[in-house]
């Protein structure tokens, strides 16, 4: 069992940043690959990025919307994922959950653990 706690989100003007957090719980953190996805209003959750399970380099996956404005990082040590956020866009409004899965995948179906997710609200 991982238990996901997201943090960092917020409101911001276009172009500016935000780093959201994700805390896991267990000892297990490690093993897990883990993503970021969205849902903005009335819209479908979408993926955003996604890490390898020892967050080396080559192991980053990004949605072809954030490429190059969004960097997903995590440090096992301290059971954390992180999503930079720059260069931020109002396209970019959404509530941001974390998720664990056993395998790296790009659907949500894939993941077994969600966060309860951090409201990005960003103004144009």
């Known amino acids: 069992q991982v238990q996901l706690v997201e943090s960092g989100g917020g409101l911001v003007q276009a172009g500016g940043a935000l780093r959201l957090s994700c805390a896991a719980s267990?000892?297990?953190?490690?093993?897990?690959?883990m993503g970021w996805f969205r849902q903005a209003p009335g819209k479908e959750r979408e993926f955003v990025a996604a890490?390898?399970?020892?967050?080396?380099?080559?192991?980053?996956y990004y949605a072809d919307s954030v490429e190059g404005r969004f960097t997903i990082s995590r440090d096992n040590a301290k059971n954390t994922v992180y999503l930079q956020m720059n260069s931020l866009k109002p396209e970019d409004t959404a509530v941001y959950y974390c998720?664990?899965?056993?395998?790296?995948?790009?659907?949500?179906?894939?993941?077994?653990?969600w966060g309860q997710g951090t409201h990005v609200t960003v103004s144009s």
């Open positions: 890490i390898g399970r020892s967050g080396g380099s080559g192991s980053t």
């Open positions: 267990g000892r297990t953190f490690s093993m897990y690959v």
């Open positions: 998720a664990a899965a056993p395998r790296l995948v790009i659907v949500g179906t894939g993941y077994d653990y």
